[in-house]
C-alpha cells in the first residue's frame, strides 16, 4: 500500500492550497481517508476525515469553514482544499488510510496506512 501526498508549498496567508493524496494498493472506497498534520515540535495532529463515499465529514474545529475535504473513488485520490490560510496551519501534512469504510475518525490510532507527508509554508 501506498499514500503519495502532493500540493503542498509556500503560500501567503490568506491564500489557498489544494493537496492530493492518491492511493495505491488498496481497495479505496474499503477506507475511510484522513488528513493530519505535525508543525514543527508539536504531535501530529487530526484536520479532517472522510468516509468511503465522500458523503460525510469530520472537521477539527481549526479546519471548520476553511478546509474541504473530498475524494474521488474513480482516481482512487482524496483531496484537501484549504483557503483562508493562516501561518499557524504551517505543517507538514499527511494523508491516512482508515480500513474501517464507516464513519470518519479523528484519532491518529484509527488509521492504519499513511503517506510520506507534503509541507505547507504559511507566511504572514
Known amino acids: 500500500v501506498q499514500l503519495q501526498a502532493s500540493g503542498g508549498g509556500l503560500v501567503q496567508a490568506g491564500g489557498s492550497l489544494r493537496l492530493s493524496c492518491a492511493a495505491f494498493g488498496l481497495t479505496f472506497i474499503n477506507y475511510a481517508m484522513g488528513w493530519f498534520r505535525q508543525a514543527p515540535g508539536k504531535e501530529r495532529e487530526f484536520v479532517a476525515a472522510?468516509?468511503?463515499?465522500?458523503?460525510?465529514?469530520y472537521y477539527a474545529d481549526s479546519a471548520k469553514g476553511r478546509f474541504t475535504i473530498s475524494r474521488d473513488n474513480s482516481k482512487n485520490t482524496v483531496y484537501l482544499q484549504m483557503n483562508s490560510l493562516k501561518p499557524e496551519d504551517t505543517a507538514v501534512y499527511y494523508c491516512?488510510?482508515?480500513?474501517?469504510?464507516?464513519?470518519?475518525?479523528?484519532?491518529?490510532?484509527?488509521?492504519?496506512?499513511w503517506g510520506q507527508g507534503t509541507l505547507v509554508t504559511v507566511s504572514s
Open positions: 491516512a488510510a482508515d480500513r474501517s469504510s464507516g464513519s470518519p475518525r479523528p484519532f491518529y490510532s484509527d488509521y492504519d496506512y
Open positions: 472522510v468516509n468511503w463515499s465522500g458523503g460525510s465529514a
